[in-house]
């Protein structure tokens, strides 16, 4: 069963992100993310195995060392249909997004098996997804809702988890801890 790596927001982003996920509930659009155990969130890494307790001590130790950190989320933008299209919003790539990515796989790529190629630190295009399993004719519809995100959306990072994927279950969460990081 495959478990995602993921980041965290503050309430107000949060709030934000999953108002769009219930108007595309609402609107029969894309319903998923809305009536899943999902939070808003970046996936920074996902595996197809993961030593979990082993992992979410890694995770609480790297919760230890980073303090958390402004996010901008500038544009929409959509994964083509295949056959089903996501639409996220993404967020300016910054030097600090990108280095606790990196944080994650230096800490976790020993402890999984089966990494997902789109999110090594190589090839990953940071995104929090606001509709999933779209139906390629509700595109059109599921943008229109997503335009209602206020961007540019300032928020925070404030917290690192894991989250076992398909179906979603919550596994950990780690709160960021203020500091000079």
């Known amino acids: 069963m495959p478990f995602a790596v993921q980041l965290f927001f503050d309430a107000a982003t949060d709030a934000a992100l999953r108002r769009i996920w219930r108007d595309l509930a609402e609107g029969h659009i894309a319903p998923y993310l809305h009536m899943s155990a999902n939070r808003p969130h970046l996936t920074v890494a996902l595996y197809e195995r993961l030593a979990l307790a082993e992992s979410d001590a890694a ?17 929409l933008g959509v994964f083509p249909p295949s056959p089903e299209a996501v ?56 943008l229109a809702v997503s335009l209602r995100l206020p961007l540019p959306l300032h928020g925070y990072i404030v917290e690192v988890g894991i989250t076992q ?14 500091g000079d990081s």
């Open 87 to 142: 639409v996220f919003c993404a967020p300016r790539g910054t030097p600090r997004l990108r280095a606790v990515q990196a944080q994650v796989h230096d800490r976790l790529d020993r402890l999984a098996q089966g990494p997902d190629e789109r999110y090594l630190p190589e090839t990953w295009i940071p995104h929090c997804s606001v509709a999933t399993h779209c139906p390629a004719e509700r595109l059109v519809d599921a």
């Open 59 to 75: 995770l609480l130790a790297l919760a230890a060392e980073v303090s958390p950190f402004a996010i901008t989320f500038v544009h």
């Open 165 to 178: 994927t398909s179906p979603a279950r919550p596994c950990s969460s780690h709160p960021l801890q203020p």
